[in-house]
């Protein structure tokens, strides 16, 4: 516990990845995105995770991504990279790499379709932490992998491994991130990976969010974490409340279909997905084109 080191605090964008007509990665324009993150106030850069479809990458790209990333940022925010397989020797080759990368952290979603247990989930995860010398964040999102991360399990993890540090909790379940945080004696950072609950699991002693919405609104994203840390909580549920029907939008299909159309709509150009994701269908598109409006965020395409 004396050894954990805080990877980052406020808002941390889930980095989408644009690609050319032809699928490839279109670099360009990524480092579009990461500048003006940076210069709207984002924390953190989260690359290669699942709004980055590294689903579908090869290796070689998701260790390009990496560095490339690393490079944009010019060390102005830390980059954590999405690390996380479902075969514990590719998750451990995956994290080496980042590291040798020059990735400040790694964010490891526990191994999907396998639908390990505990115990399994335990050693998976000691076994990645042990191959590197990075803080690491584990990735509960059950409703991708199948399988949730026990809040015991992710206490032993936090205090018998010291390069894990804390969690991106995409449960949707408020409970179990306070049992978490009540576990740990507060002692592991959490973070929202929901951005309808950036508000509430801050309030509870969390670090942040790890967030799709930081896209289209990078600068609100982080005002809603720091106003809570600076004790404006009223002012943060404010924001927050603003922000649902936009949240709801950018989720209105599968993620990250609807956020890649969003940053089309605001001039990007993030149109192309890799299959299985295909395009936003007609009336999500109306519909998060109106939450955008709503939102004061306008669309320079309708």
Same mark, same amino acid.
């Given at each position: 516990?004396?050894?954990?080191?805080?990877?980052?605090?406020?808002?941390?964008?889930?980095?989408?990845?644009?690609?050319?007509?032809?699928?490839?990665?279109?670099?360009?324009?990524?480092?579009?995105?990461?500048?003006?993150?940076?210069?709207?106030?984002?924390?953190?850069?989260?690359?290669?995770?699942?709004?980055?479809?590294?689903?579908?990458?090869?290796?070689?790209?998701?260790?390009?991504?990496?560095?490339?990333?690393?490079?944009?940022?010019?060390?102005?925010?830390?980059?954590? +990279?999405?690390?996380? +397989?479902?075969?514990?020797?590719?998750?451990?080759?995956?994290?080496?790499?980042?590291q040798k990368a020059g990735? @400040?952290?790694?964010?490891?979603? %526990?191994?999907?379709?396998?639908?390990?247990? #505990?115990?399994?989930?335990?050693?998976?995860?000691?076994?990645?932490?042990?191959?590197?010398?990075?803080?690491?964040?584990?990735?509960?999102?059950?409703?991708?992998?199948?399988?949730?991360?026990?809040?015991?399990?992710?206490?032993?993890?936090?205090?018998?491994? @010291?390069?894990?540090?804390?969690?991106?909790?995409?449960?949707?379940?408020?409970? #179990?991130?306070? #049992?978490?945080?009540?576990?740990?004696?507060?002692?592991? @950072?959490?973070?929202?990976?929901?951005?309808?609950?950036?508000?509430?699991?801050?309030?509870?002693?969390?670090?942040?969010?790890? %967030?799709?919405?930081?896209?289209? +609104?990078?600068?609100?994203?982080?005002?809603?974490?720091?106003?809570?840390?600076?004790?404006?909580?009223?002012?943060? +549920? /404010?924001?927050?409340?603003?922000?649902?029907?936009?949240?709801?939008?950018?989720?209105?299909e599968v993620n990250p279909?609807?956020?890649?159309?969003?940053?089309?709509?605001?001039?990007?150009?993030?149109?192309?997905?890799r299959m299985p994701l295909?395009?936003?269908?007609?009336?999500?598109?109306?519909?998060?084109?109106?939450?955008?409006?709503? /939102?004061?965020?306008?669309?320079?395409?309708?």
């Open positions: 516990m004396t050894n954990r080191t805080t990877i980052f605090t406020g808002s941390g964008v889930a980095l989408i990845t644009p690609m050319h007509a032809d699928g490839s990665i279109n670099y360009q324009e990524m480092e579009r995105i990461v500048a003006k993150q940076i210069r709207s106030g984002t924390d953190a850069i989260i690359v290669c995770g699942t709004t980055g479809e590294s689903a579908t990458m090869t290796e070689k790209e998701h260790l390009e991504m990496i560095e490339a990333c690393v490079a944009m940022a010019h060390g102005a925010v830390p980059v954590i +990279a999405g690390t996380g +397989a479902n075969a514990t020797a590719k998750a451990i080759r995956l994290s080496k790499a980042a990735a @400040d952290g790694l964010l490891v979603v %526990s191994p999907y379709y396998n639908k390990a247990t #505990q115990k399994g989930l335990k050693q998976h995860f000691t076994q990645v932490a042990m191959s590197v010398d990075l803080p690491i964040l584990l990735y509960n999102i059950p409703g991708r992998t199948g399988v949730n991360i026990a809040p015991q399990t992710i206490a032993s993890l936090v205090k018998e491994v @010291d390069q894990i540090v804390g969690v991106k909790e995409a449960s949707g379940d408020i409970s #179990q991130v306070a #049992q978490i945080l009540q576990l740990c004696d507060g002692e592991i @950072d959490v973070y929202s990976g929901n951005d309808d609950q950036i508000v509430p699991i801050t309030a509870l002693g969390g670090k942040g969010v790890i %967030s799709v919405l930081a896209h289209v +609104a990078p600068k609100e994203t982080h005002d809603m974490v720091w106003e809570v840390m600076h004790g404006d909580v009223k002012k943060a +549920a /404010a924001l927050q409340l603003k922000y649902l029907p936009l949240i709801k939008a950018l989720f209105c279909i609807p956020v890649k159309a969003a940053m089309c709509m605001l001039g990007y150009d993030t149109k192309t997905l295909t395009e936003l269908e007609p009336c999500h598109k109306e519909e998060l084109q109106k939450a955008m409006r709503e /939102a004061g965020i306008i669309p320079v395409t309708e």
